[in-house]
């Protein structure tokens, strides 16, 4: 009904989501992860908070076979420019749980090549597969109409990439880690 369509936000008109995530450089597991429509402090303290917290609950609730336990203070933190990170309150809230927070160069995605490339991973092997996607280029988007596709809401879509985080990413031999996967890496290192 017309109702069910804008009470899932599709209402014809076309809006952009971004992705508020943390990921260990140390053994490669995403530590916060947050599908945002508006980018903002709250998405950005949100995301610091997921860090800290054991997320064994998001696991189980999407049927996960592995838990997502992986949590602690981190002592640094670097992000890109977006406005959630430069504000006052989650530069405040770092201060106030001790955490450096480093912020990286404008337009040089490089700066942040561990996240970088976790977001190219989720894109060729999770991403590629639901239709509707978009692309990150209109040449490789080439005649597909990703608007005519779309058949996921974005209940659906977080269950999906959460699913496919804990159960197959943090599974996955990792090249960066000697061949171990992120969850090997982390179970080590907190042993």
Not at 73 to 86: C, K, Q
Not at 98 to 125: K, Q, S, V
Not at 146 to 155: T, W
């Amino acid at each position: 009904t017309q109702d069910e369509l804008e009470s899932l936000g599709l209402n014809g008109k076309t809006e952009r989501w971004w992705v508020s995530a943390a990921i260990d450089c140390r053994t490669k597991c995403i530590l916060g992860f947050n599908l945002v429509h508006d980018p903002n402090r709250f998405s950005s303290i949100k995301t610091l908070d997921m860090v800290m917290t054991d997320k064994g609950l998001w696991a189980d609730a999407v049927g996960s076979l592995s838990g997502w336990p992986m949590c602690g203070r981190p002592e640094t933190v670097v992000t890109d420019l977006g406005r959630a990170y430069l504000s006052e309150k989650f530069t405040g809230a770092c201060a106030d749980l001790g955490i450096t927070h480093l912020r990286t160069i404008g337009g040089l995605p490089a700066m942040r090549g561990t996240i970088e490339r976790f977001f190219n991973t989720a894109a060729m092997n999770l991403l590629q597969r639901l239709n509707g996607r978009t692309f990150s280029s209109i040449l490789k988007k080439g005649t597909y109409k990703p608007e005519e596709q779309a058949c996921l809401g974005i209940q659906d879509l977080c269950f999906a990439l959460t699913r496919w985080l804990v159960d197959v990413y943090h599974n996955t031999p990792h090249g960066g880690l000697g061949g171990l996967t992120p969850l090997m890496q982390w179970e080590a290192d907190m042993a």
